[in-house]
Nanobody, 113 residues
Framework: QVQLVESGGGSAWTGGSLTLSCSVTGATVSRYAFRWYRQAPEKEREWVGTVFATGLISYSDSVKGRFTISRDDAKNAVYLQLNNLRPEDTAAYHC???????RGPGTQVTVSS
């Protein structure tokens, strides 16, 4: 059974950093694309970035240069490094595999000024 579980969220000040993890069981991360997206209250779901099975990574313009996606095949996990955080980055962050049609429950990031 495929399961995605995010962790690493928390509170940070403007300019701070957090590292989010997406641990995957039941599937091999190197075979699929994984997306990170975020959802803030009363806002549209926003795509953050994608790591493709090939290793290619793409980012939304709103996070490019501040956030970094990586993948650890040995740990079967995907990561999202959040740097230079801003209050508008406050949201629940989810990882999602469109091929597996599974997403995690999310982890909350709250950024204060």
């Amino acid at each position: 059974q495929v399961q995605l579980v995010e962790s690493g969220g928390g509170s940070a000040w403007t300019g701070g950093s957090l590292t989010l993890s997406c641990s995957v069981t039941g599937a091999t991360v190197s075979r699929y694309a994984f997306r990170w997206y975020r959802q803030a209250p009363e806002k549209e779901r926003e795509w953050v970035g994608t790591v493709f099975a090939t290793g290619l990574i793409s980012y939304s313009d709103s996070v490019k240069g501040r956030f970094t996606i990586s993948r650890d095949d040995a740990k079967n996990a995907v990561y999202l490094q959040l740097n230079n955080l801003r209050p508008e980055d406050t949201a629940a962050y989810h990882c999602y595999s469109p091929d597996l049609n599974h997403r995690g429950p999310g982890t909350q990031v709250t950024v204060s000024s």
